[in-house]
């Protein structure tokens, strides 16, 4: 979350990554119970929230659903497999964005437009980026147990 909110100001191409929702994904899918990625999402989001400048509660809201949609998919497909989990990141990615989108368009009133063409490019490059990161993770998990 602190890599969310400090690095882009110092490293602006480093913006387009999206690592709480990465993360979300990640510790959703490997629980494979919807509430407990649901409440993953609710406590990382409102993680976000508290550092950004948005209204509590955005960033929040949408992880959550993200968090209990990935541990759902967990449930029912091979989630070990790197393809999988690039289309998952990528699709979150998507999903997050539109419904943030959608969220602040229609509870704070702002008129921006979804830029898709950027937020397409944006989620190839999480896609990318998520699938050494979850190695990571894994490698971790496993030398803890």
Not at 17 to 23: D, M, S
């Amino acid at each position: 979350i602190l890599f969310q909110v400090y690095v882009p100001r110092f490293f602006g191409f480093l913006s387009y990554l999206e690592l709480p929702l990465l993360v979300t994904v990640y510790f959703s899918v490997m629980r494979r119970q919807p509430p407990a990625g649901a409440l993953t999402g609710c406590l990382i989001g409102l993680a976000q929230d508290s550092l950004s400048s948005l209204p509590l509660g955005m960033f929040g809201i949408v992880k959550t659903i993200v968090g209990y949609s990935a541990a759902s998919i967990s449930l029912r497909f091979d989630v070990e497999n790197s393809g999988l989990r690039y289309l998952m990141c990528f699709g979150f990615f998507i999903g997050h964005q539109l419904l943030f989108w959608t969220l602040s368009r229609t509870l704070l009133g702002t008129h921006e437009d979804p830029r898709l063409p950027q937020t397409l490019i944006a989620a190839v490059l999480n896609g990318v980026v998520a699938l050494p990161l979850f190695q990571v993770f894994d490698k971790l998990k496993s030398e803890a147990q």
